[in-house]
């Protein structure tokens, strides 16, 4: 169980109720005063010295009649709060009644949190409570490292902003910039943008401008700057106008965020949920099973007939084996659907809509499905082929018990497997259960499962010389990508 740190809850008086929900002719005459009894923020011997990072003086640990229970107590007002209860959203989670009262006293943050914890909600609702007391054109901008975070970030904020007629608009790599400029010449309130064409519609869409912005969110920051988009960040910093709000959003604090944080963020108030470097939530199961690589396969199968109806995610290393495994399942009469970075952008989006959908109920990806996608009720992950880092097998496991729900993540362990298995084990500080697999009940599929081999090979094969050649597809890259492809997973 994952220790959870100390830190101090802030508390803010609820915002008088917005009759009217038109943006552009309600606005509020004036905004909500939330009062603070103590600021959110954790304290960190790394920011001891930091005079832009606020530091926590009290170690009280809140309880639970302490913390928020409902939306309208962090200071909402009525008609976000109606938004939230439309969503399904019963409860703020606690990165929620964490920083929402902080950003809606005008600080800046800087949030640490779970994967699955809410945190698109964290800064969507701000801004769209700050829309309503003074709207106007290009108010907000979210920049996220991935196309398919950014279309889920958007419909969050249409969303959640549906009562109040909030406009957003969606800037993306791989799609004709021709549309995304018409929809930015009607002055959208929100962009939700990757960096590299955001950057490419500043340096050539006539009349874009954000001079006038008044919020910045970097979700994923961590991986922004893994994916190589620093010194495009840097640019799109150098434009935007000093006064203005900005979140900072990240699974991780790496020494590059810390210098991001430092580079866009004035006095920000730091609140952290996750109290481990790689901490899951306690409604995550994870378990593990150790058989021999020539019979994953079969044990593949065994689990799936395990969780027949339920929602699954199996995560591969390779395109090549995501291909495979879907062919291999569907000739086993399950509805499996591949997601990988040589899709088109459309392929993909469509596969995440039969998935949410429910139409199928098996998505086989690879890690391009493992951070930020909106699938809110997945019931189980299976790690098919493990992770070569812990990093990476908590993003993984992060797609089940999310906000609150409980989940399964099981783990494929071959004798190749075993010492990353370990250091998985290790970064976590806990020895995982093993899953109950008898190896008589498995092996009844052998015979099903080998057949089913043999005609996926043959659609391998078709599909490998429809890609091209042995199957390199339209997304292989070599050496230093372009802008416009920085945005889309290559996995």
């Known amino acids: 169980m994952p220790i959870t740190k100390k830190r101090k809850v802030a508390h803010a008086a609820p915002a008088a109720p917005v009759e009217d929900s038109d943006v552009a002719s309600n606005a509020s005459s004036s905004s909500p005063q939330p009062t603070a009894k103590d600021a959110d923020v954790e304290d960190s011997a790394s920011d001891a010295d930091d005079p832009n990072v606020e530091d926590a003086s009290s170690e009280t640990e809140p309880s639970a009649s302490s913390a928020p229970k409902t939306f309208k107590e962090l200071g909402l007002i009525d008609s976000l709060c109606e938004a939230c209860d439309k969503m399904g959203y019963k409860a703020p989670t606690p990165i929620q009644s964490e920083s929402i009262p902080l950003a809606l006293q005008g600080r800046d943050i800087i949030g640490l949190a779970e994967t699955g914890s809410g945190k698109t909600a964290s800064f969507v609702l701000p801004i769209l409570q700050a829309l309503m007391e003074k709207p106007q054109p290009f108010f907000g901008l979210v920049m996220a ?13 249409e969303s959640l902003g549906a009562t109040i007629n909030v406009r957003s608009t969606t800037l993306v790599g791989g799609m004709d910039m021709v549309p995304q400029s018409i929809a930015l010449g009607k002055k959208p309130h929100i ?25 910045l969110v970097m979700d994923e920051a961590d991986r922004l700057l893994d ?10 910093l150098k434009v935007l106008p000093r006064e203005r709000r900005t979140f900072l959003f990240s699974a991780t604090l790496s020494s590059k965020v810390e210098s991001l944080q430092r580079a866009s963020l004035s006095n920000p108030a730091r609140v952290s949920i996750s109290s481990s470097k790689y901490a899951t939530v306690e409604t995550l199961q994870q378990t593990y099973i150790l058989r021999p690589y020539k019979h994953k396969d079969i044990y593949l199968v065994y689990l799936l007939h395990e969780f027949i109806g339920q929602s699954v995610i199996i995560f591969m290393r390779t395109v090549h084996e995501t291909q495979r495994v879907a062919f291999l399942l569907r000739g086993l009469g399950f509805g499996a659907i591949p997601l990988h970075g040589q899709m088109s952008q459309s392929a993909r989006l469509g596969a995440l809509g039969k998935f ?4 199928r109920e098996i998505l086989v990806a690879t890690d391009v499905a493992a951070r930020g996608l909106d699938i809110p009720s997945v019931d189980c992950v299976l790690n098919f082929d493990l992770p070569t880092d812990s990093k990476t097998y908590i993003h993984r496991v992060g797609r089940t018990a999310r906000a609150g729900k409980s989940g399964t993540a099981i783990s494929f362990v071959t004798q190749y497997d075993v010492e990353i298995w370990q250091r998985i084990e290790a970064a976590m500080g806990k020895e995982l259960a093993e899953y109950p697999a008898p190896k008589d009940e498995a092996m009844v599929f052998a015979e099903q499962v080998s057949a089913s081999q043999r005609d996926a090979i043959q659609a391998m094969k078709h599909y490998d010389e429809k890609k091209g050649a042995k199957g390199k597809g339209k997304f292989s890259f070599k050496g230093k990508r372009s802008r416009d492809a920085m945005d889309q997973e290559e996995g």
């Open 145 to 157: 490292p991935t196309r398919e975070l950014a279309y889920q970030i958007s419909l969050a904020c």
């Open 191 to 215: 962009i939700v943008a990757t960096p590299g064409r955001l950057l490419d519609h500043l340096e050539n869409t006539k009349g874009f401008s954000l001079r006038n912005l008044k919020f």
């Open 227 to 236: 994916m190589d988009f620093g010194p495009i960040l840097d640019k799109i």
């Open 356 to 359: 949410r959908s429910k139409s």
